[in-house]
T-cell receptor, first 111, second 113 residues
Framework: SQKIEQNSEALNIQEGKTATLTCNYTNYSPAYLQWYRQDPGRGPVFLLLIRENEKEKRKERLKVTFDTTLKQSLFHITASQPADSATYLC??????????FGKGNQVVVIP | KAGVTQTPRYLIKTRGQQVTLSCSPI?????VSWYQQTPGQGLQFLFEYFSETQRNKGNFPGRFSGRQFSNSRSEMNVSTLELGDSALYLC????????????FGQGTRLTVV
């Protein structure tokens, strides 16, 4: 069956360190992958999109990689700040413009 | 420009009733998608509309339906509500379908009692 896996355990990280989140998938052939941030009680906010023919994308302190052989994406937040504390969702774009989301991984940045 | 607006923000309904949720996309966006979010299942795709046509549908029962109007505003309807329908319902708009960012609304929190 199709699965998108993100770590269900919260990632606690010291301010200033790099947070790295993993998104693994099975039985999907995504044409692209997106990362969103979601704060409690709010809708997700788009962060980055990476296409299947791209290896890496950066935006300010954020970096995402996409390995279609490993069926994995890594999401990095460098120089993390308490304001980065949130839940981060990966989403796969596949098929006829469908978007499938992982359940999210919570990040807690400790001052 | 104004973001995606969903109304109402909160709703309490009784089992067996029906409910209609509304979504106004960002001006100029023609694609509207709906998602159900629960703690156990995460974000699950309900359906997508583009220029008043349903383009995609997720694996939800026929009690869940939607439509899109000529001004791109969208509504979703859930009939014969069940306790398990309690969730945050999110609407997202995009300028086009495919590999482009989606802009989400704040959601409608539906509680079925």
């Amino acid at each position: 069956s199709q699965k998108i896996e993100q770590n269900s355990e919260a990632l606690n990280i010291q301010e200033g360190k790099t947070a790295t989140l993993t998104c693994n998938y099975t039985n999907y052939s995504p044409a692209y992958l997106q990362w969103y941030r979601q704060d409690p009680g709010r809708g997700p906010v788009f962060l980055l999109l990476i296409r299947e023919n791209e290896k890496e994308k950066r935006k300010e302190r954020l970096k995402v990689t996409f390995d279609t052989t490993l069926k994995q994406s890594l999401f990095h937040i460098t120089a993390s700040q308490p304001a980065d504390s949130a839940t981060y969702l990966c989403a796969l774009g596949y098929g006829n413009n469908r978007l499938a989301f992982g359940k999210g991984n919570q990040v807690v940045v400790i001052p | 420009k104004a973001g995606v607006t969903q109304t109402p923000r909160y709703l309490i309904k009784t089992r067996g009733q029906q409910v209609t949720l509304s979504c106004s996309p960002i001006s100029g966006h023609r694609s509207v998608s709906w998602y159900q979010q629960t703690p156990g299942q995460g974000l699950q795709f309900l359906f997508e509309y583009f220029s008043e046509t349903q383009r995609n549908k997720g694996n939800f029962p026929g009690r869940f339906s939607g439509r899109q109007f000529s001004n791109s505003r969208s509504e979703m309807n859930v009939s014969t509500l069940e306790l398990g329908d309690s969730a945050l319902y999110l609407c997202a708009s995009s300028s086009r379908t495919g590999d482009t960012e989606a802009f989400f609304g704040q959601g409608t929190r539906l509680t079925v009692v």
